[in-house]
């Protein structure tokens, strides 16, 4: 066949081939040559076509437009092509290529009724076979055509037993049977639609089968054998996360793109989003959007576009936590071809202000605070001996002890001072008054409040209106006198001394320290100085950290770009855009309603959380906003709600089979815990059936392409998968019980944001009765029962018994067999001791019922446990598990060890 001399090359993301050619050449050998030279092809590809026009081709009666090509190794290319539109199908040998065939008789490419492509399979009138492999297993238990919207069934069909029929079909039902009642249809081109209805579905394939239905009403139309109507279906920008045309992408653009670690969605940008990245902002930006809506997607792209316009200066992109920056760090590498990303920095806010405050040093903002103390107090000595240090407070642990910030409060709330007693026995009381709440959790909180809405100076002058005595403590639930809120004042200069004795700062301290000098954040020198900002997911900072972000750009022209959903603020901060000078009188605010992730069944079972509990959060905290979102026209099976006699076993059994299925890769399938005090990811690592690679979520996680993930609900926001199982979804255990009802809407809204990480699947698993969040969407869901209980080899030895806690959460004590008699003396690295902490939290931390579960209690028994003779005989491959093996920390170790005759068993 001859090739236009202009020919278009393109293939559809969600059809196979990419996912062929990608395993063709990690299958080494023959298959690796055929699946290089298509890379070639396609790298290489001139306009003219000249290539591909070299090679052997064939026809295929199976698929009209069909022309397969001989590549190396007896290999075959299989495409579909008209009047000068080359459409990639498969790549596979010989035998391969033939079965993909059998499997899909009559595939073309057409746009439905709203102009959006998809493969439907449009079979010979007459056809009442299903194809061969035709059924992959989902979690849908409905009928096949009930998963659909097809109203014109009865207009097709009007015997009503013949309809019934039909519609009892389900994924089970055998061939033969399916065969016998598509015969009783009179109509040759109603049966091939109905066989080609059921061959989709039964593969998951819901657009595709919608697709089919349009092309037999005339609704849509095939865009191979009328390649004319193809351009106007790409015009509409519907298309961009359907189809990619090759021959628009510069050679690096496509050799990236065919990279096996590449994500093609990278380069989607629908044209609402476009319009975002390309846009010029005279004033700070604000995009605002569901979750879905392709926020991050819009910033990286943006990232790019801001440092090819400036070329020669540096384009600064920031977000809350560490994970999350590696990930779109990862993104921006995969996403620029051109060197552009050697000139995007991305950061964690905390590293990026670290060494904002290492450059101005603290000397302002400690002898402000020197000013302000009485001098006989503890703090003013603590105080000026932090001065003679004041460049290298910003540590997140203690360079002398390795002590981290978890550490310091642990240690401050145990304090045994009268006065200090006193001071918080006061507190305690006043908050127990409202119930049985975990105080030491709720003040810590508290703490965070106060000082992402004040400036250290002003939080404690009562009277100018400005002051923490006046403040309404938007989204807390437990009223606060003026007396209580005195010794809570008194409480947190304590702990910020005891954090500068440390030679520590978290987060909020280190926007406090940089305060007084924020005139000089305009002038920091070319490592830290950023043209312009960009900022992922907004409504995690805090109205003093926003405050001081505005001043870091530069120029003016595209200086701040922020991008989040308020709806998405779970934490326990102040957030107010008007103080910041951020709200709408300051910005250009862009929107986006339109969610391109999730499937209409996901998005409608979230959003039920999200209108009822959006809208208390919403009463207790006027800078939150619920969108409506726009609904996806894509379409797959409902969230699943299952009652599980082990619910660990049953998320593994689930995600094996999603991956087994082939239609996805491990990477992208997540197990989250809704409660991990009560079930850490360690603990489902460790639960895991042996053979399943799995590995706690980070910002590599689809570098790992081999490895499932796991972790909680705080943890997977601004991620992506294919199909996420939460677990822990019971009465007792979500919402969290040890804080108030009225703040229990934010874990509501951890959950929403969980459960829209999930493109494709959704699964929430209980073991007694579900929680209520789930009662709310219980329209919404799909209910079973699943008593799997997995027998086999587990990842850890001593993980034979799953069921490790009941429906309350189960307080932890270290066995008495453990209690030392002499703790660890000085000597071990901050490496060391939290190699030795993460090994006692994982393999010593046991149930016991008459405590309380809490980091702080673990803790606490880590300092009794950790003693030379307790750490003797632990095997190396134990102490490390499933983390990276660290010989210098296990030397280390073991060295100490040897002082007290003492040592580890080295088997590894």
């Not at 092509?81 to 008789?105: E, S």
């Not at 392709?294 to 801001?306: D, E, F, M, P, S």
């Not at 964690?348 to 040093?361: E, I, P, R, T």
């Not at 799995?694 to 993930?709: N, P, T």
Request: charged share 30%; hydrophobic share 40%; aromatic share 8%.
């Amino acid at each position: 066949m001859s090739i236009n001399p202009k020919p278009k090359l393109l293939f559809h993301n969600q059809g196979a081939f990419l996912k062929s050619l990608k395993d063709m050449r990690r299958s080494g050998g023959p298959k690796q040559q055929a699946g290089d030279q298509v890379s070639q092809i396609i790298g290489d590809f001139t306009l003219n076509g000249a290539t591909l026009a070299k090679l052997t081709n064939h026809g295929e009666s199976r698929i009209p437009h069909c022309v397969k090509y001989d590549l190396r190794g007896s290999c075959r290319l299989v495409t579909v092509q008209n009047d000068g539109c080359i459409w990639f199908l498969f790549v596979g040998d010989h035998d391969d290529v033939d079965r993909w065939i059998d499997a899909h008789p009559g595939l073309t490419v057409a746009a439905d009724k709203k102009k959006k492509i998809h493969q439907p399979i449009v079979s010979a009138p007459g056809t009442t076979q299903l194809p061969s492999q035709g059924l992959i297993a989902s979690t849908d238990d409905r009928p096949l055509l009930n998963r659909i919207p097809f109203p014109e069934l009865e207009q097709l069909l009007p015997q009503a037993k013949l309809r019934r029929d039909l519609r009892d079909v389900r994924e089970e039902t055998d061939d033969d049977t399916i065969q016998e009642i598509v015969e009783c249809i009179g109509d040759y081109g109603v049966q091939s639609l109905v066989i080609d209805l059921f061959t989709h579905l039964r593969k998951g394939e819901v657009d595709a089968a919608l697709t089919r239905i349009d092309l037999h009403f005339g609704r849509g139309v095939d865009v191979v054998a009328e390649p004319t109507n193809l351009d106007a279906a790409l015009a509409t920008g519907e298309n961009s996360e359907l189809v990619t045309d090759l021959t628009s992408l510069s050679q690096a653009e496509r050799e990236r793109l065919l990279s096996d670690d590449f994500e093609p969605w990278l380069l989607w940008l629908h044209p609402d989003q476009k319009r975002v990245v390309e846009a010029d902002f005279d004033l700070p930006a604000v995009l605002k959007g569901v979750s879905g809506s392709g926020k991050t997607v819009i910033l990286i792209h943006r990232a790019r576009r801001l440092a090819r316009k400036y070329p020669n200066e540096t384009i600064g992109v920031l977000t809350l936590n560490r994970s999350l920056a590696r990930l779109l760090q990862n993104l921006i590498n995969k996403l620029c071809v051109d060197g552009e990303q050697t000139r995007i920095k991305v950061e964690a806010f905390y590293d990026y202000f670290k060494s904002v405050l290492q450059h101005l040093g603290s000397e302002a903002y400690l002898k402000e605070y020197l000013h302000d103390v009485v001098q006989s107090e503890p703090i003013a000595r603590t105080l000026e001996r932090a001065l003679e240090m004041h460049q290298s407070l910003a540590n997140d642990f203690s360079p002398q002890s390795g002590e981290t910030l978890d550490d310091t409060w642990n240690e401050y709330w145990q304090i045994d001072e009268d006065e200090f007693r006193r001071t918080r026995d006061a507190v305690v009381e006043a908050i127990k008054r409202r119930g049985e709440y975990d105080v030491k959790a709720y003040l810590r909180d508290e703490f965070t409040l106060i000082r992402s809405a004040f400036p250290r100076a002003k939080r404690n002058r009562p009277g100018t209106g400005e002051s923490y005595y006046e403040y309404k403590r938007e989204g807390r639930a437990i009223e606060l006198i003026e007396g209580v809120r005195r010794n809570v004042l008194r409480m947190l200069m304590r702990y910020e001394e005891y954090m500068l004795a440390g030679a520590m700062m978290d987060e909020l301290a280190l926007s406090q320290a940089i305060i007084p000098a924020r005139v000089l954040l305009r002038e920091l020198p070319e490592s830290l100085s950023r043209r312009c900002l960009l900022i992922d997911e907004f409504q995690d900072f805090s109205t003093l950290e926003l405050s001081l972000l505005k001043q870091i750009p530069t120029e003016t022209e595209n200086d701040l770009f922020l991008a989040g959903d308020t709806v998405q603020k779970v934490m326990v901060k102040d957030f107010n855009l008007g103080a910041a000078l951020l709200d709408r009188n300051y910005v250009r605010t862009r929107t986006i309603t339109k969610n391109y992730r999730n499937s209409r069944q996901i998005l409608q079972a979230a959003h039920e959380l999200v209108k009822h509990y959006g809208a208390i959060a919403a009463k207790h905290e006027q800078s939150i906003e619920v969108l409506d979102p726009e609904l996806a026209v894509r379409e797959t099976a409902p969230p699943i709600a299952i009652k599980a006699t082990e619910p660990v076993d049953v998320a593994w059994k689930m995600a094996h089979e999603w991956v087994a299925a082939g239609a996805r890769e491990s990477w992208s399938v997540c197990i989250v815990s809704a409660n991990p005090l009560t079930l850490p990811p360690s603990r489902i690592l460790e639960l895991r059936p042996e053979g399943i690679q799995a590995e706690c979520l980070s910002g590599d996680y689809f570098l790992h392409r081999d490895r499932m993930v796991v972790g909680t609900l705080s943890e997977v926001k601004g991620f992506e998968f294919s199909l996420i199982i939460i677990v822990e979804c019971d009465r007792m255990l979500l919402p969290d019980r040890s804080i108030p009802e009225e703040e229990q809407w934010r874990d509501a809204l951890r959950l929403y944001v969980a459960m829209t990480r999930g493109r494709d699947q959704v699964a929430l698993i209980y073991k007694n009765e579900p929680s209520a969040f789930l009662d709310k969407m219980k329209e919404q869901l799909v209910w079973r029962e699943d008593a799997f209980n997995y027998t086999g080899p587990r990842m850890f030895a001593g993980a034979a018994t799953p069921s490790h806690h009941t429906l309350k959460p189960t307080p932890v004590v270290v066995p008495k067999v453990v209690l030392p008699s002499a703790p660890w003396p000085e000597g071990l690295s901050p490496n060391a001791k939290l190699c030795l902490l993460r090994y006692f939290e994982q393999r010593i931390y046991v149930p016991k019922k008459e405590h309380e579960p809490s980091p702080a209690h673990m803790r606490q028994c880590y300092g009794r446990w950790l003693t030379p003779k307790n750490v003797d005989g632990i095997a190396v491959s134990r102490l490390f598990g499933e983390g990276s093996f660290r010989r210098d920390v296990a030397e280390e170790i073991h060295r100490e060890l040897g002082r007290h005759g003492f040592k580890l068993v080295w088997d590894r």
